[in-house]
């Protein structure tokens, strides 16, 4: 069954973030600024808490896509927009925050709002939408004995599994072995026993000996690959309810 396509907000929903985005974090910074609040037209806010950074007006930078092939500026767009430029439409608004900060932005003269709270979240699902390409891949090689190639796929699959996890945890980390040590350090805050949390770090020892034949790079035997099976659908199971995704697995 497909989704239906999500409504779109009520008119009074543009103004009723900007009202709170003033409440909560641009009025007060425009004071500190010795700014009026009642003349910031334009508001970037970077970081979600207490503390974020809070620019207003000229100290706000964006790129603005418009029409087909022109990025322009912020105060350029306002002029396309006041000139009446027919072929000035507004595609698409990327602010100057770093990509894995959470924003909010908006811009009284151009009617724009856009928010993203939680950047890591979107590349955490996917990583997941990825390993549960892997997983399937997995699931029907151990079906058909193909064990060699399937242990490559266990892996790939509890390893993006728990990037997704690190993701949301902000905690994401570069290595195999970084994002080993971090599920069998952390798999327990998720719901996964010792065994479960270990199997990234087994696979990983693993993959040499039955991707490449290397019998000197680990002693998982065969029985011991298939019994790591439902230890790696553990992860993924994890992984779904770390980024609110209940998506049953085969």
């Known amino acids: 069954m497909v989704d239906p396509m999500p409504s779109a907000p009520p008119p009074e929903f543009f103004g009723n973030v900007i009202r709170e985005l003033r409440r909560l974090w641009v009025d007060s910074a425009a004071e500190r600024s010795g700014v009026n609040p009642a003349e910031v037209s334009r508001a970037l806010i970077i970081g979600a808490t207490s503390d974020a950074e809070v620019r207003v007006n000229q100290a706000v930078k964006a790129a603005v896509y418009v029409g087909d092939d022109r990025i322009v500026d912020l105060d350029r767009a306002v002029e396309l927009r006041e000139e009446g430029d027919a072929e000035a439409e507004i595609r698409g608004l990327v602010p100057d925050a770093p990509p894995d900060e959470p924003f909010s932005f908006y811009d009284l003269r ?3 709002l856009s928010f993203d709270l939680q950047p890591r979240r979107q590349r955490a699902k996917r990583h997941l939408t990825t390993a549960e390409q892997f997983w399937h891949a997995a699931q029907d090689l151990v079906m058909r004995g193909g064990l060699d190639a399937a242990c490559e796929n266990m892996f790939a699959a509890a390893e993006l599994a728990t ?19 971090w599920l ?3 798999g ?5 026993t010792g065994e479960e949390a270990a ?4 696979l990983h020892r693993a993959r040499n000996a039955y991707r490449y034949g290397d019998a000197t790079a680990s002693r998982v035997t065969p029985v011991s690959l298939v019994e790591l099976v439902p230890h790696v659908s553990a992860v993924l199971t994890a992984a779904r309810s770390a980024v609110n995704l209940a998506k049953p697995t085969e």
């Open 163 to 181: 990037m997704a996890m690190m993701e949301v945890s902000q905690n994401a980390g570069w290595g195999h072995s970084r994002r080993s040590e």
């Open 110 to 112: 151009l009617g724009y």
């Open 184 to 186: 069998r350090a952390n």
């Open 199 to 202: 199997a990234l770090e087994v």
């Open 188 to 192: 327990h805050a998720h719901g996964l």
